[in-house]
């Protein structure tokens, strides 16, 4: 055999080598969906922190890995799991994203350290799948919807809120020790819970309510507006979104049990306090330095 043809036979048997690990990769993960983690938009001042790298300035399309630490300090930051579930993070939002599996069959994990963040699961998940979110001291899950989950402080007390503008979720308590209760509560569409701890017991504040919408944020709100133009049915209408951002508000004076006047205010305005007492003492239960973000009553004390 020629010198020419052995190069020959050894750069098929290469080839053919080469070929044949291709096909197996291929064939080995034809079940395996790639899954996509990324930042999908991000504007303004944040952070991700990664194992083993350290600190990485956030772009857009910036693939994500899970263990990933996400902060976002000022500005505005969406995180893109998959096709279908987008995470939009508040300013002096930290979280922890943890992902595992394929994009059928996915494990989302997002723990909530500070702040505040909405979903949105636009298809519901797969059997074998999951979506939870985990705050100090609450875990939730969900199997598609659209809800919105603060963690705040007030006098040393930590809350966990969870406002649900469609579909359900599911939560329960978790305890300093790492545990959990046994019993769920199960947040409705156009209800909110709020969780508490204050150091020494870890529970519901009450049964969950109506959603009170004068105090989710305006940009939450705008993003409920874009979902209803996109035909979605979410538990507020466009006129009431418009009613909360832009006003205007009614605020009504009460004296005795009966209406002794009102005012029409625009929103962010102060009302003004009334040029006629209703009796010679008492006073208006109200700082008229307060500015307006929706309809009121103030009465006679």
């Known amino acids: 055999m020629g010198k020419n043809k052995k190069i020959v036979i050894i750069a098929v048997c290469v080839v053919l080598v080469a070929l044949v690990v291709v096909a ?15 930042i999908f938009e991000v504007e303004g001042t944040a952070n991700v922190v990664r194992e083993g790298v350290g600190d990485i300035e956030p772009y857009e399309n910036m693939v994500l890995e899970s263990e990933d630490r996400v902060s976002l300090y000022k500005g505005q930051l969406t995180i893109k799991a998959d096709e279908d579930k987008y995470i939009y993070l508040e300013e002096n939002t930290k979280l922890v994203l943890r992902a595992l599996g394929n994009s059928k069959d996915s494990k989302t994990t997002i723990e909530l350290l500070s702040g505040a963040i909405t979903n949105d699961i636009q298809n ?40 649900v503008f469609d579909g359900k979720v599911v939560t329960r308590l978790k305890y300093k020790d790492g545990t959990y209760s046994e019993n769920e509560v199960i947040v409705e569409k156009g209800k909110e819970v709020i969780i508490y701890d204050d150091g020494t017991k870890t529970d519901y504040i009450g049964d969950p309510t109506d959603i009170d919408y004068s105090k989710i944020p305006d940009d939450v709100l705008k993003k409920l507006q874009d979902y209803i133009e996109d035909g979605r049915d979410v538990s507020i209408t466009n006129k009431e979104i418009e009613k909360i951002l832009y006003g205007p508000f009614t ?14 205010v625009e929103k962010d305005s102060v009302p003004q306090m009334p040029s006629l007492q209703p009796s010679a003492s008492g006073s208006w239960d109200y700082d008229f330095s307060i500015p307006v973000t929706g309809d009121i009553t103030i009465e006679w004390k």
């Open 124 to 163: 519901k998940l797969s059997e074998q799948s999951t979506y939870e979110v985990n705050t100090p001291n609450s875990t939730m899950s969900v199997r598609g919807t659209i809800f919105y989950v603060q963690v705040y402080e007030e006098n040393g007390v930590k809350y966990t809120k969870v406002s």
């Open 24 to 38: 197996c990769i291929l064939f080995l993960g034809k079940d395996k969906s790639y899954r996509l983690l990324k």
């Open 251 to 264: 605020v009504t004076f009460m004296y005795q049990g009966s209406v002794f006047g009102t005012q029409t």
